[in-house]
C-alpha cells in the first residue's frame, strides 16, 4: 500500500508528500457557540431506534483497497513511525498556533499535546499535532483522553480531508473540547466543504480533569458519537451531507485567530497547557476481532446522562 503523509493545519493546509508547498484555506470560520444543550436527549428512546452500529452495519460499505487496517495504539508503548509529530507554521485567516514536533511529548501513559504563548514563525502561539500516518475510512474511531483547560484552546481527535489532497473535498468528522467550556463535547461535520453546525454535549464531569472515552461509528448513512460508549448524538444522511472521503486521523491542540473568539474564547490560557491523549483505536467496518480502547479503558467516574445500572 502507498503511504501518504499530509501535516495538517486547521485551515491552512500543507502537503508535504507531493510537493511541499502550502495550500489554500479549506474549511470556513467555526460557528458562534450557541447556548449549551442539556445532556442529548435522542427523539425517541435508544431502544427503540435501529441500533446500526460499526460492529453490526452489514451494508455496502464502498471501502477501497487504500484504506488502512484496523489498529489500536496504547501511548504507553511510545512513539512509532507510524505517527507524525508536525513541525511548521503557516499564517492564514484561522489558525494562530504553529506546530511544533518538541511540543509533543511522552509521559508514563499517555502522550500530551502542549501549547505555549511564544512564537512559531509568524505565529504568536506554539501549539502540538499528533498524526497517524495513511487515511481511514467507515469504521468506528475511539479516544481515551483528557482536554486542555484555558479560555482560547480546542483540544481535538478528528478525521480530515482538504482540496490539497488530490482535490479531495473537505470532508471531517471532529470531536472537540473549547478550553473555557470543558464540561461540554463539541460535536461536528463537514462534506465536501458543507458545516453540519455545532452540537454541544453537557457532560457530568469536566473533561479536563480526568480522562474518558469518546468515540464516533463513522458509517455510510450516519455517523454516531459516543461518550463511555454510550450515544449522546447521531446525524443520518437524510439530516446532512455525511462525509464520504477516505481522510486522515489526527489530534491537536490549538487555538484561531480573532474572528474565532465569539467560538472558542479569548486566548488567555496559561502557557503550557496540556491535552493528554491514553490511547487512539480505529476499527475497519465490520471487523468483528480488532481491539478497540474501549477493551482495556475502564473510567472511574459517576453514570453518565442519569443512566445507572
Given at each position: 500500500m502507498t503511504q501518504k503523509l499530509f501535516l495538517f493545519s486547521i485551515v491552512p493546509l500543507l502537503l508535504l508528500a507531493a510537493c511541499e508547498q502550502p495550500s489554500e484555506a479549506a474549511s470556513p470560520e467555526m460557528p458562534v457557540a450557541a447556548p449549551a444543550k442539556a445532556p442529548y436527549a435522542p427523539s425517541a428512546p435508544l431502544d427503540d431506534k435501529a441500533r446500526v452500529t460499526a460492529a453490526n452495519f452489514e451494508g455496502d460499505a464502498n471501502l477501497t483497497d487504500d484504506v488502512e487496517p484496523s489498529f489500536v495504539k496504547h501511548f504507553s508503548e511510545g512513539h512509532d513511525r507510524r505517527w507524525y509529530k508536525a513541525d511548521f507554521a503557516y499564517s492564514g485567516p484561522v489558525q494562530r498556533a504553529g506546530w511544533e514536533a518538541d511540543h509533543i511529548t511522552f509521559d508514563g501513559d499517555d502522550v500530551e499535546l502542549k501549547i505555549t504563548r511564544e512564537y512559531k514563525d509568524v505565529l504568536p502561539f506554539t501549539g502540538a499535532e499528533y498524526q497517524r500516518r495513511g487515511e481511514y475510512h467507515y469504521g468506528r474511531y475511539?479516544?481515551?483522553?483528557?482536554?486542555?483547560?484555558?479560555?482560547?484552546?480546542?483540544?481535538?481527535?478528528?478525521?480530515?480531508?482538504?482540496?490539497?489532497?488530490?482535490?479531495?473535498?473537505?470532508?471531517?468528522?471532529?470531536?472537540?473540547?473549547?478550553g473555557h467550556r470543558t464540561s461540554e463535547l463539541h460535536i461536528n461535520h463537514f462534506a465536501d466543504g458543507d458545516m453540519a453546525g455545532s452540537t454541544y454535549v453537557q457532560l457530568p464531569y469536566d473533561a479536563a480533569d480526568v480522562f474518558q472515552l469518546y468515540a464516533f461509528d463513522w458509517l455510510p448513512d450516519e455517523i454516531i458519537w459516543y461518550v463511555a460508549e454510550e450515544e449522546v448524538f447521531r446525524v443520518t444522511s437524510q439530516e446532512h451531507p455525511l462525509p464520504v472521503t477516505p481522510s486522515r486521523l489526527i489530534m491537536n491542540l490549538w487555538t484561531g485567530s480573532q474572528n474565532q473568539y465569539a467560538w472558542h474564547g479569548r486566548p488567555t490560557f496559561k502557557t503550557g497547557a496540556t491535552a493528554e491523549y491514553i490511547c487512539v483505536s480505529y476499527t475497519v467496518l465490520g471487523d468483528q476481532g480488532a481491539e478497540q480502547c474501549s477493551d482495556t479503558f475502564d473510567a472511574d467516574l459517576p453514570p453518565l446522562f442519569g443512566s445507572a445500572e
Open positions: 475511539e479516544v481515551v483522553m483528557k482536554a486542555a483547560r484555558g479560555s482560547g484552546l480546542v483540544s481535538s481527535f478528528f478525521t480530515h480531508t482538504g482540496p490539497s489532497q488530490n482535490g479531495d473535498p473537505h470532508d471531517e468528522i471532529d470531536i472537540e473540547f473549547l
